[in-house]
T-cell receptor, first 113, second 111 residues
Framework: NAGVTQTPKFQVLKTGQSMTLQCAQD?????MYWYRQDPGMGLRLIYY???????DKGEVPNGYNVSRLNKREFSLRLESAAPSQTSVYFC????????????FGEGSWLTVV | GDSVTQMEGPVTLSEEAFLTINCTYT??????LFWYVQYPGEGLQLLLK?????DKGSNKGFEATYRKETTSFHLEKGSVQVSDSAVYFC??????????FGTGTRLQVFP
């Protein structure tokens, strides 16, 4: 059972470099999300996509862009990485109706030096 | 806006002790409430959920009851094991699928 798969699992970037985090789900879910997890702050929503073809900002979107490539895939891009973006990033998905369970990937550990 | 408040950790217990992790929320209407667990080096997994007042969610010996009158969803387990050591997140959502998380509570269980 693959569920939500995200890559890479670990990445070290230099300040100013760009990179894309990839995410795919095989549960035929309509909604997908990107969260970041920082010590003492829980998980915060960066961007989400309620359905294929739509994306919306979450709580902390600055410095990020997203692409909902198709129903399965939702990527997160850092155009010019900053040390403040050092974090653990989680992709997640759910069915489109309200109050559904959200399923998470295993996380991507990103360090910006 | 909506928010979730959890007790700060870490919570340190001996094996077979009783566990309570407090969670309270602020939200208009009737949100769904969740507990997620994150084991070391892994992503979050849904532990249990409750979608309306007085519902009790349960899984793997953990329980939580949706208390509308006290806006709470405290997590309990009668006898913890070393393997329960993890970070526990309380969360809510309302009309959309966007989860709002608490800051997490680390549980450490020693033999």
């Amino acid at each position: 059972n693959a569920g939500v798969t995200q890559t890479p699992k670990f990445q070290v970037l230099k300040t100013g470099q760009s990179m894309t985090l990839q995410c795919a789900q095989d549960m035929n879910h309509n909604s997908m999300y990107w969260y970041r997890q920082d010590p003492g702050m829980g998980l915060r929503l960066i961007y989400y996509s309620a359905s294929e073809g739509t994306t919306d900002k979450g709580e902390v979107p600055n410095g990020y862009n997203v692409s909902r490539l198709n129903k399965r895939e939702f990527s997160l891009r850092l155009e010019s990485a900053a040390p403040s973006q050092t974090s653990v990033y989680f992709c997640a998905s759910s069915e489109s109706t309200g109050k559904n369970t959200i399923y998470f990937g295993e996380g991507s550990w990103l360090t910006v030096v | 806006g909506d928010s979730v408040t959890q007790m700060e950790g870490p919570v340190t217990l001996s094996e077979e002790a009783f566990l309570t992790i407090n969670c309270t929320y602020t939200a208009t209407g009737y949100p769904s409430l969740f507990w997620y667990v994150q084991y070391p080096g892994e992503g979050l997994q849904l532990l249990l959920k409750a979608t309306k007042a007085d519902d009790k969610g349960s899984n793997k010996g953990f329980e939580a009851t949706y208390r509308k009158e006290t806006t709470s969803f405290h997590l309990e387990k009668g006898s913890v094991q070393v393997s329960d050591s993890a970070v526990y997140f309380c969360a809510l959502n309302r009309r959309t699928d966007k989860l709002i998380f608490g800051t997490g509570t680390r549980l450490q269980v020693f033999p």
